[in-house]
């Protein structure tokens, strides 16, 4: 009972944005104290015969009760329950964002509030829940998804391409493929040694937080792994798998399909004739090789173990904890005082609304804003809340708060390109075609995708990788005219990640990953996609409207090394297909008909490269003096008390996908933000007055009266202690 009571009194005693009080009723107090009793030890496991065994419930009172569990009511809360003020307030409800919600509320002296733009998810939480739902009931293209295009991309035949992002309590981990890929240790270890080769104090000082070792360890610290059930694993020609390399205990479960494909056999066997090894002990920091991935499966009820089960649905109830769904941050607060110490600008509050014509609301923050909106969300909101690139905020007449020009570039993504062949075994495919029982039942739908292969430049280019590698490393002065940026700064970093990528990752780090497909009837498909791209492209804002959608441009293929390198992954895994043999019949796409390096091109620019889904860098971790956002703490910069945590911080794009390497980074930056002593001072504070509902679209264009451009502090701020 300890934490019900401080439920009520946090929720009753605290003062709300309005007036409606949130007294839970006797059947909450009550469900709440049996959940805190263990009468209903994990969500997962309440079931309509847990329920019967409760004579004094009605039909009525256990639909109550099934729904103030699955919403935990004392954790998600209405827009009017919001508190006037916060510890922290986190922007997104995603992967990051979720991780951090549930290890900062850890303290219970804490209040922390989740703002997430998206719907809660439970109107389609089937959908989501079951793996194979990823493909066949795909939440991509619906209300819980941003339905982000690009720009037209001249080098892909003016294309413009759907960049699908989650937009729901889980954010994109609610409808990602579930692939539980790391970067390998080459590839960390240089993140760690790039921010080391700045000197500089701002990210030198806590480069190691991102050394192989330390996010290894957090990486394990967020999973509970199982090992593959026996008949899936015999069909799956008995794949290695080190269970050391991956954590027990975790809050995200990972585990393997309880349903395999035949042709899953054959992966590892296929692609040692093609030259390329079998890995045995996956996700320990080497990748390169072919191995089956574990998923990010719950084993026991067969679902996807994403953000919000994993680490929000899974917790007691935590009063301090509050979640707010269908609510944008639409900009951060900045009081007109500085911090004497370090003469940075602080954040007071934080804006956000339901819509673009809905009621705009101001929270106050006692200690920290944090960021956590996604490669895309997050520079969007820097740039709303005026920190961003001078040349984009004037362009739309919104006051620079704190010039930044690297907010939004150095955006980079993996490009994927699928060969395919008719299917002569049965997929997963053809199972859902049936229509049959087997089809429907929670085995089948734990399917998911998992045979995958990383290759190096020696194999792409048939051992004379140092010859292009040297033509690469000639080429950064043409790729450097391409960045799409007129700040030396920017250009700076762009060089620096550059020469990295060509001197540690070409030799040592994986170029393109193979990914087997099978979920389509009658036919299977391999992908070649470019893990390292030279491209860079950017992410900016060319209205003051919060609701209207982020301009991206990727720039694909503006380094022509990007289109080489995917063309020759392509031929590989040519090689590949024809390896596996009888199993596979005509080639469907690209069809026989394409052959040539030139003809690879053209279908490669015409239709074959589409994003891999791994966006990131647009608020990069780099020094200041390379167009760096954030700091090697997390931390923006010229901003007291606001940090990014999500996958928009990477220098660089891994050679992974990015799910595993963004749980551990969640849970550094936790631990971050829990040692950091910073709160907001009295005199900073957000004026009373300021708080709660502001108006209808008031707030759109409403700049804060200072301008802070290139660091330079107007004189007229106040310093304070
Ligand atoms: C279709 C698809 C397939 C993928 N497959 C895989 C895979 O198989 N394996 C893998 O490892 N990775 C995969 N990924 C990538 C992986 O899911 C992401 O890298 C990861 O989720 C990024 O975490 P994040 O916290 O940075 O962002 P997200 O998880 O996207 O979370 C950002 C959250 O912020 C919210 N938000 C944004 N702006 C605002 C705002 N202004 N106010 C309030 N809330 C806001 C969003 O709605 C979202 O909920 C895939 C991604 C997609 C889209």
Redesign the pocket.
């Known amino acids: 009972m300890r934490s019900i009571l401080r439920s009520v009194g946090f929720i009753t005693i605290a003062t709300t944005l309005a007036t409606v009080s949130a007294t839970p009723s006797p059947l909450h107090l009550d469900l709440a104290a049996r959940y805190e009793e263990n009468i209903f030890p994990r969500l997962p496991t309440f079931s309509k015969r847990e329920a019967a065994a409760e004579p004094q419930l009605s039909e009525e009172d256990e639909r109550v009760l099934r729904r103030a569990l699955e919403r935990r009511d004392f954790t998600f809360i209405d827009q009017d329950q919001v508190l006037n003020e916060y510890d922290y307030i986190i922007?997104?409800?995603?992967?990051?964002?979720l991780v951090l919600a549930s290890r900062l509320s850890e303290d219970s002296s804490r209040r922390v509030l989740v703002?997430?733009?998206?719907l809660s998810g439970d109107a389609v939480k089937d959908r989501v829940d079951a793996p194979a739902g990823a493909y066949y009931e795909s939440i991509?293209g619906t209300d819980y998804d941003?339905k982000h295009n690009t720009e037209k991309q001249p080098m892909l035949n003016n294309r413009g391409i759907y960049w699908?992002?989650?937009?729901?309590l889980g954010?994109?981990?609610a409808?990602?493929?579930?692939?539980?890929?790391r970067p390998s240790q080459i590839d960390v270890d240089s993140w760690q040694s790039l921010l080391e080769s700045a000197q500089d104090i701002d990210v030198s000082g806590s480069a190691s937080r991102w050394s192989w070792n330390n996010l290894f360890a957090a990486m394990k610290k967020s999973e509970n792994f199982t090992a593959p059930e026996a008949e899936p694993w015999e069909i799956g020609g008995r794949f290695p798998y080190d269970a050391a390399n991956h954590g027990s205990g975790g809050p995200m479960s990972l585990s393997y399909p309880q349903v395999m494909f035949s042709i899953v056999g054959n992966w590892t066997s296929a692609l040692a004739t093609a030259g390329i090894s079998t890995l045995q002990n996956p996700n320990g920091g080497v990748t390169m090789g072919g191995f089956i991935s574990p998923s990010s499966i719950n084993p026991t009820n067969r679902t996807r173990s994403y953000s919000r089960p994993a680490y929000i649905d899974s917790l007691p109830p935590r009063s301090n904890l509050h979640i707010l769904p269908e609510?944008?941050?639409t900009k951060i607060g900045f009081t007109d005082k500085l911090r004497s110490s370090t003469n940075e600008i602080i954040a007071h509050s934080v804006e956000f609304a339901k819509d673009s014509a809905s009621t705009r609301y101001v929270v106050g923050v006692n200690r920290e804003v944090i960021l956590?909106?996604?490669?895309l969300?997050s520079p969007?909101?820097l740039m709303h809340s005026g920190v961003g690139p001078t040349d984009v905020l004037q362009q739309i007449g919104l006051d620079v708060v704190y010039e930044l020009p690297g907010v939004g570039q150095h955006l980079q993504d993996h490009l994927t390109a699928g060969v395919a062949w008719e299917s002569r075994v049965e997929t997963a495919g053809d199972v859902r075609a049936s229509n049959s029982d087997f089809s429907k039942s929670s085995e089948f739908l734990s399917f998911i995708n998992d045979a995958v292969a990383f290759v190096n430049a020696s194999l792409l280019f048939n051992g004379n990788d140092a010859v292009y590698g040297t033509e690469i490393a000639n080429m950064l002065a043409n790729g450097t005219t391409t960045v799409p940026s007129t700040s030396p700064e920017v250009i700076e970093g762009y060089k620096a990640v550059y020469n990295l990528t060509v001197q540690n990752l070409w030799p040592g780090s994986a170029q393109i990953e193979m990914l087997m497909s099978v979920i389509s009837p009658g036919s299977i498909s391999i992908q070649s996609a470019l893990q390292h791209p030279y491209s860079r492209g950017r992410v900016y804002i060319n209205s003051t409207n919060p609701f209207d959608p982020i301009v991206i441009d990727p720039q694909y293929f503006s380094h022509p090394a990007d289109r080489t390198i995917m063309r020759q992954g392509v031929k590989l895994v040519r090689l590949v297909g024809a390896a596996l043999g009888d199993r596979v019949g005509t080639e469907t796409t690209p069809g026989p008909d394409v052959q040539t390096d030139d003809q690879i091109d053209a279908w490669l620019t015409n239709s074959g490269a589409n994003t891999q889904?791994?966006p990131a860098s647009a608020c990069a971790m780099l020094p200041r003096k390379w167009g760096g956002v954030v700091d090697s703490d997390l931390k923006v910069y010229g901003l007291a008390n606001v940090r990014v945590v999500?996958?928009?911080v990477y220098p660089f794009e891994f050679a992974a996908?990015?799910?595993?390497a963004?749980y551990g980074l969640a849970e550094i930056g936790s631990g971050i933000v829990k040692e950091s002593t910073f709160e907001v001072p009295s005199g900073a504070k957000v004026d009373e007055k300021e708080l709660g509902r502001q108006g209808k679209n008031e707030a759109v264009g409403r700049g804060v009266s200072r301008v802070v451009v290139g660091g330079v502090v107007a004189a007229v701020l106040a310093l304070l202690a």
């Open positions: 922007a997104g409800g995603g992967l990051a964002g703002l997430e733009a998206g991509v941003w699908p992002r989650g937009k729901i954010g994109s981990t409808m990602n493929a579930m692939y539980l890929v609510a944008t941050v956590a909106g996604g490669p969300g969007k909101i889904y791994h999500d996958s928009s996908h990015l799910a595993s963004t």
